[in-house]
């Protein structure tokens, strides 16, 4: 039997391919953040009202 040459060793690709789940995780994070400020701006000042309105009474 012959075992078969791998081109990358394990750790080569490690190296190799976290930067890259890194990079766009940074990018996720950035834009999650950014959407959440909007949410938060655009739905604060109706917050107390809603909260009022949704209590058990």
Do not use: C, Y
């Not at 075992?3 to 990079?23: A, T």
């Not at 996720?28 to 058990?56: E, Q, S, T, Y």
């Amino acid at each position: 039997m012959q075992q078969s040459e791998q081109f990358f060793s394990n750790k080569q690709l490690k190296r190799m391919i976290i930067p890259l789940f890194i990079e766009q995780t940074r990018h996720l994070v950035i834009w999650l953040v950014l959407i959440h400020n909007i949410a938060n701006a655009v739905v604060f000042p109706f917050a107390d009202r809603l909260g009022k309105g949704l209590r058990a009474t």
